[in-house]
């Protein structure tokens, strides 16, 4: 990164509700992926991936939440 950039408790809070609605998308989107899969596999080899993406940006965007909101506390 090129440098540091100062946000104010107000802009801190808006990115770490950005993350939590991305993350809650993504984790929805992938159960939704899963559960399409699964119907229109009908007996066929699933999609090993199905919904697999989603689920661990998710959790990126989850554990990166957490992450800002312990140094925001400290």
Not at 10 to 36: I, N, Q, T
Not at 45 to 53: C, E, I, L
């Amino acid at each position: 990164m090129a440098g540091s950039v100062e946000l104010s408790r107000e802009e801190w809070a808006l990115v770490l509700e950005a993350l939590e609605e991305a993350a809650f998308y993504r984790d929805s989107r992938s159960r939704v992926v899963r559960s399409a899969a699964r119907r229109s596999d009908r007996g066929l080899a699933r999609k090993a991936d199905a919904g697999g993406t989603d689920r661990r940006k998710a959790r990126m965007f989850e554990a990166l939440a957490l992450k800002l909101k312990r140094e925001l506390i400290s």
